[in-house]
C-alpha cells in the first residue's frame, strides 16, 4: 500500500477507465465513497488533503465521535445496518443513508424524520443473491412495498444498494450488479419515477460495477488499507 493520497490517485484512475469502458453518458457522475469505519480522524483528515470530501460510516457511534474533529465541509454517508434506536441521531449527521432494507424501517425513519423536520435522502438495500446472513430487501418483496415505500412523504428514494456474496474473482459479482440495474429499470418503469442512484460495489469489484452502471461505489480497503472486521457485522462496505 502507497499512502492515502497515492491510493486515492490510483482508486480514481481506475473509476476513471472503467467509466469509459462502461460508455457513461456526457457527464454522468460516479461518485467515490470512502469508507472510513474503524479508521481515525487524522487518516480521514489525510484523504481529505488529498481532495476526497465524501466519506461512509456504517456505526452511528463512531461517527458522532468522529465527525466534529474533522471539517464541517466533509460529506458522510450511511452504510451499515441502521438500527432504529440510531435513527434520530443518524439524520442530522449524514446526506445519504444507503441501507433501508425493510418497510419497517423505512416506516421509522419517515416517522421521526417528520418529528424532527428532516427530509431524509435515502437508498434501498437489496438482498439481490438471497444470502440469509445479509440484510436487504428480496426482489419480490420490494415489488410488493415499492408503493407504500414512495408514499412515505419525508423519504426521498433515490436508488438502490446491493452487497454481492463475497468473492475473490471480481467478475463473479457482475451477475449480481445486472441484476440490481434490472430491478431498478423495471420499478423506474412500473411506478412511473426516477431512481438514479446504484450503489454497488467495493474495493474487490468496484470496476465491474461501474461497468454496470454503478453511480456510487463504497471503497474503504484500497484507500486506507485492511481493518479489523466485527464477524457478525453486515459487509456494506470494504
Not at 20 to 29: D, I, L, N, T, W
Not at 47 to 75: D, T, W
Not at 101 to 111: C, E, G, T
Not at 132 to 138: L, T, V
Request: net charge negative.
Amino acid at each position: 500500500m502507497g499512502t492515502i493520497a497515492e491510493n486515492l490517485e490510483h482508486v480514481r484512475a481506475q473509476i476513471a477507465e472503467a467509466a469509459r469502458r462502461s460508455a457513461r453518458q456526457p457527464g454522468e457522475v460516479v461518485e467515490l465513497i470512502a469508507i472510513s469505519k474503524t479508521h481515525d480522524a487524522e487518516r480521514v483528515r489525510q484523504a481529505y488533503e488529498a481532495g476526497q470530501n465524501v466519506f461512509g460510516e456504517s456505526r452511528v457511534q463512531e461517527a458522532r465521535a468522529k465527525i466534529p474533529e474533522l471539517p464541517s465541509s466533509l460529506r458522510w454517508h450511511f452504510v451499515g445496518h441502521l438500527q432504529k434506536n440510531k435513527i434520530r441521531p443518524a439524520l442530522p449527521l449524514f446526506e445519504l443513508i444507503h441501507s433501508v432494507d425493510s418497510l419497517a424501517l423505512a416506516q421509522d425513519i419517515n416517522r421521526i424524520a417528520e418529528e424532527e423536520g428532516a427530509h431524509p435522502r435515502i437508498l434501498l438495500e437489496v438482498n439481490v443473491a438471497g444470502e440469509g446472513s445479509k440484510f436487504g430487501f428480496k426482489p419480490d418483496v420490494l415489488r410488493n412495498e415499492m408503493e407504500p415505500l414512495l408514499g412515505l412523504g419525508r423519504l426521498s428514494v433515490e436508488g438502490l444498494m446491493t452487497i454481492p456474496p463475497l468473492a475473490e474473482d471480481a467478475e463473479a459479482s457482475r451477475k449480481f450488479f445486472v441484476d440490481l440495474r434490472e430491478l431498478r429499470d423495471a420499478l423506474e418503469k412500473e411506478f412511473n419515477v426516477k431512481l438514479p442512484h446504484l450503489s454497488m460495489g467495493m474495493t474487490n469489484d468496484f470496476t465491474v460495477a461501474i461497468e454496470e452502471g454503478a453511480t456510487l461505489v463504497r471503497v474503504g480497503t484500497a484507500i486506507f488499507g485492511e481493518r479489523s472486521r466485527p464477524k457478525k457485522e453486515n459487509l456494506a462496505t470494504d
